[in-house]
Nanobody
Framework: QVQLVESGGGLVQPGGSLRLSCAAS????????MGWYRQAPGKQRELVAY???????NYADSVKGRFTISRDNAKNTVYLQMNSLKPDDTAVYYC??????????WGQGTQVTVSS
């Protein structure tokens, strides 16, 4: 089992920045892919970015050039640096990990609101 705790959400003005963190605990030696998803009201959950254990990254087109995903394997933590935030980025952001055995775990979600 892997437990995930997210932090760093909040209210920010358009053009501002936030940094999300997600710390994994439990059977962390099994963690392979770490990623972030988001879900806006009335919309489906969508992939924002993910990073492999080897550091390969992938981003949604809507966040390329503005968001950066990174991970600290020693701390079992994944980060999402979000710059140049737009109102369309408003959503609940969820951390996800996929283990080497292909089990999927989710965090509880953290609210990000971009508004003036």
């Amino acid at each position: 089992q892997v437990q995930l705790v997210e932090s760093g959400g909040g209210l920010v003005q358009p053009g501002g920045s936030l940094r999300l963190s997600c710390a994994a605990s439990g059977s962390t030696f099994r963690v392979n892919i770490m990623g972030w998803y988001r879900q806006a009201p009335g919309k489906q959950r969508e992939l924002v970015a993910y990073i492999s254990s080897g550091g390969n990254t992938n981003y949604a087109d809507s966040v390329k050039g503005r968001f950066t995903i990174s991970r600290d394997n020693a701390k079992n933590t994944v980060y999402l640096q979000m710059n140049s935030l737009k109102p369309d980025d408003t959503a609940v952001y969820y951390c996800q990990v996929i283990t080497a055995a292909a089990s999927v775990y989710w965090g509880q979600g953290t609210q990000v609101t971009v508004s003036s």
